[in-house]
């Protein structure tokens, strides 16, 4: 399965996609870049993506965007709407769960750091299976 990662840490991110490569087997393709994760997304070439909620230098389109706003975008577009999208953060509390996951639109929310990765794989093996 190819899955688009994007996360501003680069070395946190290169850790959990060498996890994702290595227990899963999947191709993990690391950016934090909006144009690129649209570029991404609608060619096609995506299965499945996580998305980190905090993009402090994200721009689109002149704006900071955050994940969720990316996320967003991806699911108001036909191309992406199929693509499911799980969001990661750090920093959301309990009660923001919900809330997040109604306004990005995303399919899932995992809470950082992601310490049971055989939860966390058989999460993005049912997804992609439902898409």
């Known amino acids: 399965m190819n899955i688009l990662l994007v996360?501003?840490?680069y070395k946190l991110a290169r850790s959990t996609?060498?996890?994702l490569q290595r227990l899963g087997g999947h191709y993990v393709y690391i950016t934090d870049d909006p144009?690129?994760?649209f570029q991404r997304c609608q060619t096609q070439a995506v299965d499945l993506v996580i998305m980190d909620?905090?993009?402090p230098d994200a721009q689109w389109q002149g704006q900071a965007v955050s994940g969720a706003d990316i996320s967003r975008v991806l699911k108001n577009q036909a191309q992406t709407a199929q693509i499911p999208i799980i969001l990661v953060t750090a920093y959301a509390l309990a009660g923001e769960r919900q809330f997040l996951l109604t306004a990005s639109q995303a399919?899932?929310?995992v809470a950082k750091p992601?310490?049971?990765y055989n939860s966390f794989?058989?999460?993005i093996r049912y997804?992609?299976?439902s898409k």
Do not use: G, H, P, Q
């Open 7 to 9: 996360d501003d840490d």
């Open 17 to 19: 996609a060498k996890l």
């Open 35 to 37: 144009a690129e994760i």
């Open 53 to 55: 909620i905090n993009l």
């Open 107 to 109: 399919d899932e929310f």
């Open 114 to 116: 992601i310490t049971d």
């Open 121 to 123: 794989l058989n999460l």
């Open 127 to 129: 997804l992609a299976s």
